[in-house]
């Protein structure tokens, strides 16, 4: 799935802390894969200004990021409660149009 910075940082923050092993097994090895590495750090001009993350938006082309059925369940439970309890941002909107409208 193609993912912009904002939605990796988006994902990564609503990922789980807590769970089953399965389940924390699988956002382990998905936060891996949402991280940025020293080359997108550079390509993307990525720094930390306080609590705020900063990057150059021209630069971010996506990356293409997979994500098996059992992490697209999780993902998906996270991004319905966050519905459910009305806290959805705009932050959350393309993650839940990717996730949840498009099943």
């Given at each position: 799935m193609l993912l912009k910075v904002l939605d990796?940082?988006?994902l990564l923050g609503i990922l789980p802390e807590q769970g089953d092993y399965l389940t924390?097994?699988?956002?382990?090895?998905?936060?891996?894969a949402l991280s940025f590495d020293e080359?997108?750090?550079?390509?993307?001009?990525i720094v930390q200004e306080g609590n705020q993350m900063k990057w150059d938006a021209e630069a971010d082309e996506?990356?293409?990021i997979e994500i098996g059925e059992k992490?697209?369940?999780v993902?998906?439970?996270c991004l319905k409660?966050?519905?459910d309890e009305k806290?959805?941002?705009?932050?959350?909107?393309?993650l839940y149009e990717k996730f949840v409208e498009s099943k």
């Open positions: 990796r940082v988006t924390l097994k699988i956002v382990r090895k998905l936060r891996e080359a997108e750090l550079a390509l993307l001009k996506g990356k293409d992490a697209t369940d993902v998906v439970g409660k966050l519905n806290k959805l941002t705009q932050q959350h909107y393309s």
